[in-house]
């Protein structure tokens, strides 16, 4: 649990630890190299990484983090700085100024290129989100007991990972998967899905193999959307290990999240074969879950945030 812990968060600070690893390295080695001048153009390096990464704010402080460090060596180490020329300072002054003015020109350019780039992605995802949301009520449409459950699963999911203090961009992963994950049922036909008893085995199997549909559906969108592919593919997935289940960390964080959030909404809502239970009765069988079906640690977190929808339905 904890080396999943540390994987996370490295994996969550990536960006940051590279630029980090690349000044420090770079630094370290500006103060063993006897041509310090010289040098200095490595410095890009890092300044470049940061605005492509972290955008004009991270790259330009980056930049100046640079040139501070810089200034820092030559206040320490001044005579190897200094070229052959007789006036010294000055010759110093007309290479630096150029270096450092350039390195935050960069950084300040790759940066803005970056937020730009980010900024178009993210209204083309709100556009394919806008169009899903639509294709997901028109799938729930030909069935009434499944309208708008594909919106409180999302939505449910979305608290629950926000809970567990997850990225924003993981966050919207888990979203639109629960948005989609039951889009493979639009390719079942609609007498199974609204058949009023309970399911034989072979109509279950049937019926069970919605998500990778729906998985194959979402990977032919693009690649805006590809993150939500592994989500709804292993979102039926058992948490524990058995005979057709796979091994825990196989199975994605966000499917453990989308798998709660379903059950939790199939439970509270009316089937043709049974009437939908209260929300107190269906978290009392989400937590008898924990461990055996669902991930103890995403059942915690939905504990937290199940407070709300038990004031909701009172």
Not at 184 to 209: M, P, S, V, W, Y
Not at 220 to 238: D, N, Q, S, T, Y
Not at 268 to 290: H, L, N, S
């Amino acid at each position: 649990m904890a080396f999943r812990g540390i994987k996370d968060f490295l994996l969550r600070r990536f960006e940051f630890l590279l630029v980090a690893t690349l000044l420090l390295g770079l630094s370290f080695i500006l103060l063993v190299v006897p041509q310090k001048l010289g040098f200095l153009n490595f410095y890009y390096l890092p300044v470049l990484a940061a605005g492509y990464a972290m955008g004009r704010r991270g790259g330009v402080l980056t930049a100046l983090c640079c040139i501070l460090f810089v200034i820092l060596a030559i206040i320490v180490f001044p005579k190897e700085f200094a070229g052959p020329s007789d006036n010294q300072v000055m010759n110093l002054v007309l290479n630096l100024l150029p270096w450092g003015g350039f390195l935050i020109l960069s950084a300040y350019t790759v940066g803005y290129l970056y937020e730009e780039k980010q900024r178009q992605l993210e209204d083309l995802k709100e556009a394919y989100v806008g169009v899903l949301e639509i294709l997901s009520k028109l799938i729930e449409s030909v069935d009434r007991y499944t309208e708008g459950h594909s919106v409180r699963v999302s939505t449910l999911a979305m608290d629950i990972a926000i809970s567990m203090g997850m990225p924003r961009d993981e966050v919207e992963n888990i979203r639109v998967a629960g948005l989609l994950h039951d889009i493979g049922k639009f390719e079942i036909t609609t007498d199974l899905i609204r058949k009023a008893a309970e399911l034989t085995h072979e109509e279950r199997e049937q019926l069970n193999k919605h998500s990778g549909l729906g998985a194959s559906i979402v990977s032919k969108v693009g690649p805006v959307l590809k993150r939500a592919v592994p989500i709804i593919l292993a979102h039926h997935e058992f948490y524990i290990e058995g005979l057709h289940a796979r091994s825990n960390a196989d199975i994605p964080l966000g499917a453990r999240i989308v798998a709660v959030a379903d059950a939790y909404d199939a439970i509270i809502t009316d089937r043709p074969y049974r009437r939908g239970r209260p929300a107190w009765q269906a978290i009392d069988e989400i937590r008898k879950g924990a461990g055996t079906q669902f991930d103890p640690s995403v059942v915690e977190a939905f504990e937290r945030v199940s407070r709300k929808y038990i004031s909701l339905e009172r």
